[in-house]
């Protein structure tokens, strides 16, 4: 069983730049793909931002490409937001994908979640 705990959330204006980082109870970055995956109110939870195990390949959702980065440490998942617009407001959540190439597309794919930190940007 692993936990996952994201930090860094907050309310911020558009244009302002947030930093999300993600923990583990224990080692799991250097072997499992992981995501960030946000669900903004009344809609279904979408995929952000990606990375493959050996962090050889990131993806990013078009509606945040450019504007989002994925990194990580040993023991730290980030997601760098600059350029945050109102559309940015949703909980985003910390995955850990089942296998070493993290799904874009399918939350089932993720077998261990965080409980989400809430990001609202205003105008």
């Known amino acids: 069983q692993v936990q996952l705990k994201e930090s860094g959330g907050g309310s911020v204006q558009a244009g302002d730049s947030l930093t999300l980082s993600c923990g583990a109870s224990?080692?799991?970055?250097?072997?499992?793909?992981m995501g960030w995956w946000r669900r903004a109110a009344g809609k279904e939870r979408e995929f952000v931002a990606a990375?493959?195990?050996?962090?050889?390949r990131t993806y990013y959702a078009d509606s945040v490409k450019g504007r989002f980065n994925i990194s990580r440490s040993r023991n730290t998942l980030t997601l760098k937001m600059y350029d945050l617009q109102i559309e940015d407001t949703a909980v985003y959540f910390c995955?850990?994908?089942?296998?070493?190439?993290?799904?874009?597309?399918?939350?089932?794919?993720?077998?261990?979640w965080g409980q989400g930190t809430q990001v609202t940007v205003s105008s």
């Open positions: 995955a850990a994908s089942r296998s070493a190439v993290p799904s874009t597309t399918s939350t089932s794919a993720y077998n261990y």
């Open positions: 224990r080692p799991i970055f250097s072997n499992n793909g």
């Open positions: 990375m493959s195990w050996n962090g050889g």
